[in-house]
């Protein structure tokens, strides 16, 4: 009895030190959206990171990010130049890698309550 509340207690452990990090590819391509991210649990890493980029190919302009639990590139929180080029962010705390995109699109849904909310009398 005692052994399976060790193992109980144990495996709580982990989940509780677990970072949760966004994961995939976001971004544009001549300003239409690419990609899609989501939320991860991320075992055995203390960190998030973020890739951004941005850039032409031909006449297309690209920007973006890529965004990953990290395996074992960081040491320590804040953005760095990579040396084979391109910039990495390394952070700490649960969804830290967020993407400005998810922060545009949480805006637009808060001023969308907001507005019916404010206006719902006058539409009725």
């Known amino acids: 009895m005692l052994l399976n ?3 109980l207690a144990a495996s709580l452990f982990g989940v509780i030190y677990t970072i949760r990090c966004y994961s995939g590819m976001q971004g ?3 300003g239409d959206a690419i990609g899609e991210i989501e939320l991860l649990d991320c075992n055995a890493t203390d960190f998030c990171i973020k890739l951004p980029s941005n850039g032409h190919v031909g006449r ?14 960081c040491r320590k929180e804040g953005c760095n130049k990579r040396e084979g080029g391109g910039t990495l962010c390394c952070c700490s705390t649960d969804e830290c890698n967020e993407s400005s995109n998810i922060l545009n699109q949480l805006f637009l849904v808060l001023m969308s309550v907001l507005f019916l909310v404010t206006f719902q009398p006058l539409l009725i």
């Not at 297309?60 to 590139?73: I, L, N, P, R, V």
């Open 28 to 30: 544009s391509v001549n």
């Open 5 to 7: 509340k060790l193992v």
């Open 60 to 73: 297309k302009h690209y920007e973006g990010a890529q965004y990953s639990c990290d395996f074992g590139e």
